[in-house]
C-alpha cells in the first residue's frame, strides 16, 4: 500500500539557517503529496502541496518539488524563523483524498 | 480558514473506565470526519471515517466495539474509547471535511493516558 518515509527528528537549527525535511513516498499511479504543519496546541495545517511531477508547492517561504524519478517532496526554506517551530508532516493522498502521513519530523528553531 | 475544536486537549483515566472525545467543526458543515491515532515517533494512523447520519468504517485492524463513533450532526462527532487500557494511550486526532472534500480541516488532538 501507500506509505511515506520522512527524516526523523528533532532538527534543531539556529535562526536563518537553511532547513531541508527529506520525505519519500511509495505509492502505485499518481498520488498527490502535501506537506502539513503543526503548531504547539493547534491543529495540522496544509502548508503546500503538489499535484503532478515537476510541481512546486510553496508557501510562507517553504517550498517543495514532486520528483518522480526520485519519489520524494523534501521541504526546504532558505532562513528559518523561531516562529517556524512546529511538526511537519509529509503525506500522500491518492485515489481517495484521505491522506496518508509521515510520522512527523519535529523543527526546533533557535534564536 | 475554517475551524475544527477538539476537546479535550488531554485526558488522563483508569484503566477500565470509557473516554469520550468531541470534535466540532466551527463555521462549516462537515459532512465526513476522520479519525487518527498517533503513537509516539510512528504516523499519523487512519481508525475510521464516519459520514453524518450513517455508521463508521473502520480500518483494518481497527475494534469497532473498542473504538465508538457517532457522528450525528453535520457539527459534531464524538469518539469514545470504551473499557480503556494503558496500550490504548496514544494521541488521538480528528478531521473534517465539508461538502466539497477538497480540503481537511484538522482539530488540535488529544492526548490520552489510561494509568
Known amino acids: 500500500g501507500d506509505s511515506v518515509t520522512q527524516m526523523e527528528g528533532p532538527v534543531t537549527l539556529s535562526e536563518e539557517a537553511f532547513l531541508t525535511i527529506n520525505c519519500t513516498y511509495t505509492a502505485t499511479g499518481y498520488p498527490s503529496l502535501f506537506w502539513y504543519v503543526q503548531y504547539p496546541g493547534e491543529g495540522l495545517q496544509l502548508l503546500l502541496k503538489a499535484t503532478k511531477a515537476d510541481d512546486k508547492g510553496s508557501n510562507k517561504g517553504f517550498e517543495a518539488t514532486y520528483r518522480k524519478e526520485t519519489t520524494s517532496f523534501h521541504l526546504e526554506k532558505g532562513s528559518v524563523q523561531v516562529s517556524d517551530s512546529a511538526v511537519y508532516f509529509c503525506a500522500l493522498s491518492g485515489g481517495s483524498y484521505i491522506p496518508t502521513f509521515g510520522r512527523g519530523t519535529s523543527l526546533i528553531v533557535h534564536p | 480558514g475554517a475551524v475544527v475544536s477538539q476537546h479535550p486537549s488531554r485526558v488522563i483515566c483508569k484503566s477500565g473506565t470509557s473516554v469520550k472525545i468531541e470534535c466540532r467543526s466551527l463555521d462549516f458543515q462537515a459532512t465526513t470526519m476522520f479519525w487518527y491515532r498517533q503513537f509516539p515517533k510512528q504516523s499519523l494512523m487512519l481508525m475510521a471515517t464516519?459520514?453524518?447520519?450513517?455508521?463508521?468504517?473502520?480500518e483494518q485492524g481497527v475494534e469497532k466495539d473498542k473504538f465508538l463513533i457517532n457522528h450525528a450532526s453535520l457539527t459534531l462527532s464524538t469518539l469514545t474509547v470504551t473499557s480503556a487500557h494503558p496500550e490504548d494511550s496514544s494521541f488521538y486526532i480528528c478531521?473534517?471535511?465539508?461538502?466539497?472534500?477538497?480540503?481537511?480541516?484538522f482539530g488540535s488532538g488529544t492526548q490520552l493516558s489510561v494509568l
Open positions: 478531521s473534517a471535511s465539508g461538502i466539497s472534500n477538497e480540503k481537511l480541516f
Open positions: 464516519s459520514n453524518e447520519g450513517s455508521k463508521a468504517t473502520y
